[in-house]
């Protein structure tokens, strides 16, 4: 098993953009279902969206119509494309991989990945 590598994150402002990355180095991934959480100090991850088997896209109610995951299969990433970023965005983002093609779990479920990315930081400013 190999951990997800993040990239991206880092500080914008208000209705900017900002792209996070996850990939898994020498392990594919790209075509399992991908999850994306973000948690701030003192509360529970909370789910942000997921791309499940067959390409099946879901996003919370808090960041659809602003996040889009996307997908490089060249490259095996996953990515965060966050628009019309908000304040209440700050938070640490981390992606997750289910090891498996199909799954039918509950992905707004933390417990229902096997690999988790490092964590980066977004701080989205007023």
């Known amino acids: 098993q190999v951990q997800p590598v993040q990239s991206g994150g880092g500080s914008v402002q208000a209705g900017g953009s900002l792209r996070l990355s996850c990939t898994a180095s020498?392990?594919?991934?790209?075509?399992?279902?991908v999850g994306w959480f973000r948690q701030i100090p003192g509360k529970e991850r909370e789910f942000v969206g997921a791309?499940?088997?067959?390409?099946?896209?879901m996003y919370d109610d808090s960041v659809k119509g602003r996040f889009t995951i996307t997908t490089d299969y060249t490259q095996d990433t996953v990515f965060l494309q966050m628009s019309s970023v908000k304040p209440e965005d700050t938070a640490v983002y981390f992606c997750?991989?289910?090891?498996?093609?199909?799954?039918?779990?509950?992905?707004?479920?933390?417990?229902?990945?096997?690999?988790w990315g490092q964590g980066t930081q977004v701080t989205v400013s007023s």
């Open positions: 997750a991989v289910k090891d498996t093609a199909y799954t039918t779990d509950s992905l707004n479920l933390t417990k229902n990945y096997d690999l």
């Open positions: 791309r499940r088997w067959m390409g099946i896209i």
């Open positions: 020498g392990r594919p991934f790209s075509r399992n279902t």
